[in-house]
């Protein structure tokens, strides 16, 4: 989970550990969570908010579909118009804000239970 | 960039494969959250946590954690909060104190695995109705049973 507003990126955080009971981990920047992808650990799904310092989630989408092509990469914004870009740039889903507890849900469903 | 698929004869079910999915609110409605609708994304996710722990789903050490985590976080938003989304009739102090007796109830019977019985799930079931009723009269509380018995 990458976002570098705390309010959001720890209700998400909350609300995925809840889901999976397994350990999901946060970052504030694309950078910080570029270098622990970067070093080969473990992210199955990565969800991303676009506009944060360092690296945007754009550009940590490119980085990691470049490196690792399986992973999943859910990009997330409260920009109508980031979408479009979204789609163009491979991410495999966007998470349209504001969105509920049963979106975060549905996301678990979708690529942690069905697979 | 689907009619290109079906134009050049890809099956449906390749196209649906490679097509983004969607959650979250519409093109339309996209916009910043506020802290009215994360208190309320809280509050919806402990009510989710209280009614799966009643309904018996499994809860395991990061879901306690996560209740923990979850609870706390509600009563730093609480007393800042502006509660405009309550009706007339509803007290906005009564409103937070019930929501502070679900925060107690659940960290009780979930995080720390104090005893549940039959008059202490009435009064957990009759706060969280009423807290419902308060803020989400017309809205599902789902509970999602794959995701609940998958961990």
Partial sequence: ?115 | MGRFFQAHGFSGSLFSRMQMKRFGSTHADAKKMDETQLFLMKLHLLIVMVKAKLKGYPTGDFRKEAVLENTASLFKTLPHLNIGILGPNISSHLFKERVKLLSVMAIAIISKDYPLGIHRREAVLDNMENIIKSVFPRQKISLFHEVLMAA
């Avoid at chain 1, 570029?34 to 908010?49: P, T």
């Avoid at chain 1, 980085?63 to 690792?68: D, E, F, L, S």
Wanted: hydrophobic share 45%; net charge negative.
């Fill in chain 1, 1 to 115: 989970m990458v976002d570098d507003d705390p309010g959001i990126r720890d209700l998400i955080v909350n609300a995925l550990t809840y889901c999976v009971n397994r350990q999901v981990l946060s970052f504030e920047s694309g950078l910080s969570a570029w270098r622990y992808i970067e070093e080969g650990k473990a992210a199955d799904v990565v969800i991303c908010d676009v506009d944060m310092p360092d690296m945007n989630g754009f550009e940590l989408l490119a980085k990691v579909k470049q490196a690792h092509p399986g992973k999943t990469f859910i990009i997330m914004s409260g920009v109508a118009d980031n979408e479009k870009k979204a789609e163009a740039a491979g991410a495999d889903a966007f998470l349209g804000k504001p969105f509920s507890i049963n979106d975060l849900f549905n996301i678990v469903q979708c690529y942690v239970v069905d697979g």
